[in-house]
């Protein structure tokens, strides 16, 4: 039961990250693929959010603390979240609109020359103009 | 940790992102994907990461399931059903991500426990990081003293892969000319709800609530929750609300492409000089202590707390300009004529 407890949140970060790749390779629809994408995106950053955590950890901002006058007070590590994981996933989700921005841009400009974002029938029309 | 929250929140999750994947109507797949980061915000708020669920509110809930609505106007929002004889395909892409499954299953057996205080992420850099960022930088809120001071290279980059998206959007997109552009059919239509007064006028008294709030999450993010990316967003998303709720050429008024992509510039640029201010003053790249010499009135201590609001700002500009330009860009199929 607790290594169930401990263990439960990598098997849905797991599952996740299969739905993700599963969008990825089966889906005929390339919007669909972005959405795959992300998916597959977010599980990992949860994975990388859930290393942070620890049991009974507040979260990464110290109370009452203003300016150094505060500094002499003890600040124990493991009264905190560990901040390093939350600072390189916060940077990649907001990568990750930027990059979102260009996967779709380039779907529009698919859409733009084969009026469609069916991939067989994007495939269908490359092999018409072969 | 409540395990059951926990619990609830990740069946949820993974409810939504099944549904997502399913559904055959890109706009509800939208929808449902922002009620996916909504719930991952819920599940990082509980993790005490309350920075990276900020950040997933506004990025991945708002601007996110935007853009894909606009790409879906731009398009069309039906998925056509698979013609038959493709069934091999779906088997192959199941047998991939069941192997990929079975693969990380095997490897979870060795991770410490979720939440465990003694795992090795948490025992070798960040205690330093928790423990001396009031004494080396007086910022409270350790997510901003690492960001932008201990790894404020790893950040400036990023800011420069966001504003090289922005680019990567327009040399796509964007067709100046007349005769670059090529004739498509009207958009598929979604609603007619932006003639609506009432939804005009409402979005018109929020825009300038947003932006106050957008400066303050800036400004105040050494202390509480939020800083340059998160205040950026919401800058930007509210000149988005703007072009929805309106039209694309009252933003354009406002903030036409040429100033969208100096501002970008300019941010980064802030960026970069203040780390070249220190290295003018005798210190390295982006070690603000320096700027002490220079600001009246101030320690290294609070100097490296005020180098960190600088580039913030920086960030915030950079990150306002190339939300709003990737949003114009696709809306419009690169016209910035009308759109959504």
Redesign the interface.
């Known amino acids: 039961m607790e290594?169930l407890?401990?263990?439960?949140?990598?098997?849905?970060y797991?599952?996740?990250?299969?739905?993700?790749?599963?969008?990825m390779?089966?889906?005929?629809?390339l919007?669909?693929k972005v959405?795959?994408m992300?998916?597959f995106q977010?599980a990992i950053?949860?994975f990388y959010?859930?290393?942070?955590?620890?049991?009974?950890?507040?979260?990464?901002?110290?109370?009452h603390?203003?300016?150094?006058d505060?500094?002499h007070?003890v600040?124990?590590?493991?009264h905190?979240?560990?901040?390093?994981?939350?600072?390189?996933?916060?940077?990649a989700?907001?990568?990750?609109?930027?990059?979102?921005?260009?996967a779709?841009?380039?779907?529009?400009?698919i859409?733009?020359r084969y009026k469609t974002?069916?991939e067989?029938?994007i495939q269908e029309q490359l092999h018409d103009s072969l | 940790?409540i395990?059951q929250i926990?619990?609830s929140v990740?069946?949820l999750?993974?409810l939504c992102?099944?549904a997502?994947?399913m559904v055959k109507d890109?706009l509800s797949?939208a929808i449902i994907?922002g009620a996916?980061?909504f719930l991952?915000c819920l599940?990082?708020t509980e993790?005490?990461?309350?920075?990276?669920a900020f950040?997933?509110a506004s990025?991945?809930a708002g601007?996110?399931t935007i853009?894909?609505i606009?790409?879906?106007y731009?398009?069309?929002r039906i998925?056509?059903p698979?013609?038959s004889g493709?069934i091999f395909?779906?088997i192959?892409?199941?047998a991939?991500?069941?192997a990929?499954?079975l693969v990380?299953?095997a490897a979870?057996?060795n991770?410490p426990?979720?939440?465990?205080?003694e795992?090795p992420?948490?025992l070798h850099?960040?205690?330093y990081?928790?423990?001396q960022?009031?004494?080396d930088t007086?910022v409270?809120?350790?997510?901003t003293s690492?960001?932008a001071d201990y790894?404020g290279f790893?950040?400036m980059f990023?800011t420069a892969?966001?504003f090289?998206?922005?680019l990567?959007?327009i040399a796509?997109?964007r067709r100046v000319k007349h005769i670059d552009r090529?004739e498509?059919p009207d958009p598929y239509t979604i609603s007619a709800g932006s003639q609506d007064n009432i939804i005009r006028f409402v979005s018109r008294q929020l825009v300038p609530f947003m932006q106050l709030f957008a400066l303050y999450v800036v400004a105040h993010g050494h202390?509480?929750?939020g800083g340059g990316?998160q205040g950026g967003?919401i800058l930007g998303a509210s000149f988005i609300l703007l072009a929805i709720t309106y039209d694309i050429q009252l933003v354009q008024q406002r903030m036409n492409e040429k100033w969208n992509i100096l501002l970008g510039n300019i941010g980064v640029l802030i960026y970069a000089s203040i780390g070249f201010i220190c290295l003018l003053l005798g210190a390295n790249f982006l070690d603000y202590s320096m700027l002490s010499k220079i600001l009246p009135a101030t320690d290294p201590?609070?100097a490296r707390s005020h180098g960190m609001l600088g580039i913030e700002i920086g960030v915030a500009i950079a990150?306002m300009a190339?939300?709003v330009t990737?949003y114009l860009?696709?809306a419009s199929?690169?016209k910035l004529d009308k759109g959504l």
């Not at chain 1, 600040?75 to 493991?78: C, G, S, V």
């Not at chain 2, 426990?113 to 205080?117: K, N, S, T």
Request: include cysteine; hydrophobic fraction near 55%; aromatic fraction near 8%.
């Open positions: 290594y407890v401990s263990h439960y949140n990598y098997w849905v797991i599952l996740l990250m299969m739905v993700g790749l599963y969008a390779l089966a889906k005929n629809n919007i669909k959405i795959g992300s998916i977010t950053i949860v959010v859930s290393t942070g955590a620890k049991r009974e950890a507040s979260i990464p901002i110290i109370a603390g203003h300016g150094h505060a500094a007070t600040i124990e590590a493991a905190y979240a560990n901040p390093l994981p939350h600072v390189l996933m916060l940077t989700i907001v990568v990750s609109v930027g990059t979102l921005g260009v779709l841009a380039i779907c529009l400009g859409y733009r974002l069916e067989d029938e | 940790m395990w926990d619990l990740l069946s999750i993974v992102g099944f997502t994947i890109l797949a994907f996916y980061s991952m599940l990082w993790m005490g990461a309350v920075d990276v950040t997933e990025v991945g601007v996110s853009l894909f606009a790409a879906a731009q398009t069309t998925v056509k698979r013609k493709r395909a779906k192959v892409a199941l991939a991500s069941v990929m499954g990380l299953l979870q057996t991770f426990g979720f939440a465990d205080p795992s992420a948490s850099l960040s205690p990081y928790i423990t960022t009031l004494a007086a409270p809120n350790m997510v690492v960001l790894r790893d950040t990023e892969v966001i090289t998206a922005g990567a959007v796509i997109l090529c498509l202390h509480s929750p990316f967003v201590v609070m990150v190339i939300v990737i860009n696709l199929n690169g």
